[in-house]
Nanobody, 125 residues
């Protein structure tokens, strides 16, 4: 079992930046690939970014490419999502997830085994 706790969400103006953190506990952090997804009411969960177990491979969703960056710190058992040039359409609940398929950077939510509770990000225009 892996426990994931997100933090760093909040209210920001368009064009601003936020950094989300996801602290993992319970199992060896390097056993998992990590991902970020987001969801708004009435919509399906959308892939944002993923990173493999070592941090050597990343993947970013088309809607955030060039603006968002995923990274991980093995010493802190934490994965980050740096979000720059935020837009109102980035407003959503952001979820951190862990996948046992640690060598891959999948964008499919069904490939992830553990999920955090989410953190709200609101971008005002």
């Amino acid at each position: 079992q892996v426990q994931l706790v997100e933090s760093g969400g909040g209210l920001v103006q368009a064009g601003g930046s936020l950094r989300l953190s996801c602290a993992a506990s319970g199992r060896t952090f390097s056993n998992y690939a990590m991902g970020w997804f987001r969801q708004t009411p009435g919509k399906e969960r959308e892939f944002v970014a993923a990173i493999n177990w070592s941090g050597g491979s990343t993947k970013t969703g088309d809607s955030v490419k060039g603006r968002f960056t995923i990274s991980r710190d093995a010493a802190k058992n934490t994965v980050y999502l740096q979000m720059n040039s935020l837009k109102p359409e980035d407003t959503a609940i952001y979820y951190c997830a862990a996948s046992r398929a640690r060598y891959y950077t999948t964008g499919s939510a069904s490939e992830y085994d553990y999920w955090g509770q989410g953190t709200q990000v609101t971008v005002s225009s």
